[in-house]
């Protein structure tokens, strides 16, 4: 079976316009959110370019995210290599339990906040006192294979201008893979950074491609770990 699954960080207000595409076209995909930065509002500076990165409220997530996965992205987004063994408990294990009791399902994944920050500790740490299976890292490997280690998974590629052109690439070799292994095509990001390179059509245009194809199952993250477990 050829599966596609999506993940995107932060839970900023450009997930409402994304959400509605991912609908449109029967795409699902993962939100990873901060239950501590709820009804901020904010401009950030990334990557050079001044974007709104205002984050939505908690009575949204229920319905916003229906359909999809909500799960883990730490409560405050820190760098987890320099919290404590405790902090790290109290920022995955309870931005599970805070959208937990929004979502009214078990939290079973996360994104690591930052990208690369976390060690073998950290995910013993992870798994041992929380209720987190599953987290993806950042780094992209543009290829179709499930993960090895579900709490040190890449993804294929990343929405953004410096691999759009791989993307689309990407995208036409998986609809004409033929395949008798499983086969994962994993796309991860950020919707605020559709507003800052101004590239929705961009994204929409993938999704045109790719949707709606009756050898590819459109799942969450978690049904991918499910897979990966053999469950």
């Known amino acids: 079976m050829k599966y ?10 450009q997930d409402r316009r994304f959400v509605k595409l991912l609908n449109q076209y029967g795409i699902k995909s993962t939100f990873n959110l901060n239950s501590g930065l709820f009804n901020q509002r904010h401009e950030i500076v990334h990557e050079g370019i001044k974007v709104c990165h205002d984050e939505i409220a908690p009575e949204e997530v229920h319905d916003l995210y229906a359909g999809h996965e909500v799960a ?3 409560i405050t987004h820190p760098n987890l290599l320099k919290c404590s063994r405790e902090e790290v408990i ?26 690369p920050f976390f060690n ?11 209720s987190v299976r599953y987290a993806r890292a950042v780094g992209s490997h543009f290829t179709f294979k499930l993960p090895e280690r579900l709490m ?15 993307l689309m690439v990407l995208a036409d070799e998986f609809i004409a ?25 961009d ?4 999704c045109e491609k ?14 991918v770990a499910a897979i990966v477990r053999g469950e």
């Open 90 to 115: 109290h920022q995955v294990g309870g931005d599970a339990k805070a959208l937990e009791a929004l979502c009214g399902y078990p939290i079973v994944g996360m994104a690591y906040p930052g990208g």
């Open 72 to 74: 883990a992205h730490t």
């Open 4 to 13: 596609l699954t999506l993940s995107f960080d932060d839970g900023t207000i």
């Open 120 to 130: 073998d500790d950290i995910i013993d740490t992870i798994l041992t006192n929380t």
């Open 203 to 206: 994204f929409e245009r993938f």
């Open 210 to 223: 790719i949707a709606g194809k009756s050898d590819i199952r459109y799942v969450t993250n978690r049904e």
């Open 177 to 201: 893979l033929e395949t008798e292994e499983d086969a994962l095509f994993y796309l991860w990001g950020h919707s605020f950074e559709l507003d800052k390179f101004g590239n929705w059509d």
């Open 152 to 166: 040190e998974w890449y993804p294929t590629c990343y929405l953004h201008p410096k691999e759009y052109d791989r």
